[in-house]
Structures are given as C-alpha cells and as structure tokens.
Nanobody, 118 residues
C-alpha cells in the first residue's frame, strides 16, 4: 500500500508560518486524492484540506484563506502552506491518500506535530 511520510512540523508563535510536506515513498501519487487532516488532544481527527487528481483544492471553513494545499506529482509530494497560524491550529497533522471514491481505503502517514503559542 501507499507509504506516506510527513515533515515540516514545529513550534511557532501566533501569526507565524509553516510548510508541511508529505512524500509518497516509492509510490506515484498522481492517481490519488490527497488530504491533510489534523487531530488536537482530546479531539477527533478532522479534514482540513483536500486536493484532487486535477489539483482542485477544497478547505475546511476554519482554515480558508490561511492554509494552501498543493501537490507536485512528479515529485510524489504534497504540501500544506500554513500562514497566520493561531493557537487553535495546534494539532498533529496527517497526510492521507485515497482513490477519490466515497468509502475507498485511506492510506495514512504517521503525522507531524504543529504547535502554535500565543
């Protein structure tokens, strides 16, 4: 199955920026829809952004205008540019991929931690 590896997390102050990366190790990602999810302590995992095979993005309302998802299929990579970060963005961020059909199996990375201090 697809192996995904995230990187780029860290600790920043409110208003700062981070760029998360997700690489498909040994796999071509172009056939897949790609996602970024996040999970804060005590909360459920929630989708924050999605990009389909035609590079069309969608975002959760909480992040619109601040986060930008992109993909570089030739590099089997996906990115999440995060600007104007807020303390409520603090979470573990996960990269995921699926076949774009409802109910299709999702492949997950292990996550990268983002911490935003006020």
């Amino acid at each position: 199955h697809v192996q995904l590896v995230e990187s780029g997390g860290g600790s920043v102050q409110a208003g700062g920026s981070l760029t998360l990366s997700c690489i498909g190790r040994g796999y071509v990602l172009s056939p897949y829809c790609m996602y970024w999810y996040r999970q804060a302590p005590g909360d459920e995992r929630k989708a924050v952004a999605r990009i389909d095979r035609d590079h069309r993005p969608t975002y959760a309302d909480a992040v619109k205008g601040r986060l930008t998802i992109s993909r570089a299929d030739a590099e089997s990579s996906m990115y999440l540019q995060m600007n104007n970060l807020k303390p409520e963005d603090t979470a573990m961020y996960y990269c995921a991929a699926d076949s774009c059909y409802e109910g299709s199996e999702k492949y997950w990375g292990r996550g990268t931690q983002v911490t935003v201090s006020s």
